[in-house]
C-alpha cells in the first residue's frame, strides 16, 4: 500500500488558487519533516513547503505569502493551499514525509498530482 497518496490537482486559471491533500499512510507522529514539493520536466524536484516536528515551516521563495501548508493529525493529512497561481505553478506536485527510524533516514514519496495554470 502506497504511503502517501495525492488529490487535488487540476487545471486552474491564473489568479485562481487549489488546495491540494495527502492521505499520510504512516503514523504522522513517528514523521520528522511533512510537506510538498514540486517538479517540472526538465528540472530538479524543488521544495514548495514543508512542516518540521515542532511545528515549524520552511518556505520556497517563489511561493511565499502565497501558498499554507498545514497538518491534521486527527485526519493524517498534509494540505497545501495554493492562492493567486502563475503560469509558472505549472508542475507535478509531490507529497513528501520523512523519519529517523533505528538510526535510519527513511523519505516517503506520493506518485504525484500534476497542477497546470493556463488561461
Known amino acids: 500500500q502506497a504511503q502517501l497518496v495525492e488529490s487535488g490537482g487540476g487545471l486552474v486559471q491564473p489568479g485562481g488558487s487549489l488546495r491540494l491533500s495527502c492521505a499520510v499512510y504512516?503514523?504522522?507522529?513517528?514523521?520528522?519533516?511533512m510537506g510538498w514539493y514540486r517538479q517540472v520536466p526538465g528540472k530538479e524536484r524543488e521544495l514548495v513547503a514543508e512542516?518540521?516536528?515542532?511545528?515549524?515551516?520552511n518556505y520556497a521563495d517563489s511561493v511565499k505569502g502565497r501558498v499554507a501548508v498545514s497538518v491534521d493529525n486527527a485526519k493524517n493529512t498534509i494540505s497545501l493551499q495554493i492562492y493567486s497561481l502563475k503560469p509558472e505553478d505549472t508542475a507535478v506536485y509531490y507529497c513528501?514525509?520523512?523519519?529517523?527510524?533505528?538510526?535510519?533516514?527513511?523519505?516517503?514519496w506520493g506518485k504525484g498530482t500534476l497542477v497546470t495554470v493556463s488561461s
Open positions: 513528501h514525509a520523512d523519519q529517523y527510524y533505528e538510526s535510519r533516514y527513511l523519505e516517503y
Open positions: 504512516i503514523s504522522m507522529y513517528s514523521l520528522n519533516a
Open positions: 512542516v518540521i516536528s515542532g511545528g515549524s515551516t
